[in-house]
């Protein structure tokens, strides 16, 4: 398979086919964010990715998902993203789900009857960076979205039935706007109902302009105290009926996975323990993006 740049996907992509069909992020102006900084966007020939569907189907028998990387391959035209996934059902038959990160405007541009169409070809789960439900701390990180944008977009994919995960990112309102952002992003969460979520704890990235915040003084680094702290206020403001919680990736402090509603208090309670030093946290040199 052909592949430009640094292969980027969800953790629970770790089994999937990686067909890259778009290089770079359609958006790349997020200040925290270091994927591709140094990567245009482009999209991908139709040759190169007919040659990578060919060699997929001559050796990833085994694996039935599918994910379309890079950043916001959405952002396709619907005729585009129609022949893709018919492409995909020729030459890899038995790949049963399909996924792709969506960028929220994306996502908005299509209509429902777009997704469903894209859902009846084998498209069943969206990936979408909330990052934060504080209109704020979007502004600060120019996500270029809101709260209230980000929910239309995770109501569209919700109507159609589209399986929505959504990552959060700890300790990105630094500690001055840290409850609003835990409490404003649990309420923007509770009404996006995804079915997953994926909870990141920020990093400083050499290449992005929130570093030289962070190093000239103007953002100040959460400790691990307040972002178990942050976490907590979050959990207990979650208010969803059918979700998966994932707090175990690398970036983490704390590793944490259950299920919502059932594990709420367990979750809160696994926090507040590695508070008080009851259960081990990964030590800082172990972290990683
Ligand atoms: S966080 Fe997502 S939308 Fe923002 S620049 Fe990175 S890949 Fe693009």
Redesign the pocket.
């Known amino acids: 398979m052909q592949y430009i740049g640094n292969v980027i996907r969800p953790p629970s992509e770790a089994g999937s086919i990686i067909l890259q069909v778009t290089v770079g992020?359609s958006?790349?102006?997020?200040t925290?964010?270091g994927?591709?900084k140094d990567i245009a966007f482009s999209i991908k020939s139709q040759q190169t990715i007919v040659e990578d569907l060919e060699f997929a189907g001559q050796h990833c028998h085994r694996q039935k998902r599918l994910f379309l990387a890079d950043?916001?391959v959405l952002i396709l035209s619907q005729t585009r993203l129609v022949a893709l996934l018919t492409l995909i059902r020729k030459y890899l038959p038995w790949v049963l789900h399909i996924s792709l990160?969506g960028?929220a405007k994306s996502i908005r541009n299509k209509s429902v009857s777009e997704l469903l169409e894209l859902k009846k070809l084998g498209l069943n789960r969206i990936y979408i960076?909330l990052?934060s439900g504080n209109d704020s701390v979007l502004r600060s990180i120019r996500?270029g979205e809101t709260a209230k944008s980000m929910i239309d977009a995770a109501q569209k994919v919700n109507e159609c039935g589209i399986f929505l995960s959504v990552s959060i990112l700890l300790g990105i309102g630094g500690i001055s706007d840290s409850t609003r952002h835990a409490v404003d992003t649990a309420n923007t969460l509770n009404i996006m109902t995804p079915r997953q979520i994926g909870a990141l704890t920020f990093m400083p990235l050499p290449n992005t302009p929130l570093v030289r915040d962070v190093k000239n003084g103007n953002f100040i680094l959460m400790t691990q105290q307040e972002i178990l702290e942050e976490l907590s206020t979050l959990v207990s403001q979650l208010n969803l009926k059918r979700c998966q919680f994932h707090a175990n990736h690398a970036s983490n402090y704390l590793p944490l996975t259950g299920r919502l509603p059932r594990d709420k208090y367990t979750i809160i309670s696994a926090i507040a323990m590695a508070q008080q030093g009851a259960i081990a946290t990964i030590p800082e040199h172990k972290r990683a993006l």
């Open positions: 992020c958006h790349n102006k997020c925290f964010c994927a591709y950043g916001d990160y960028n960076g990052e996500k």
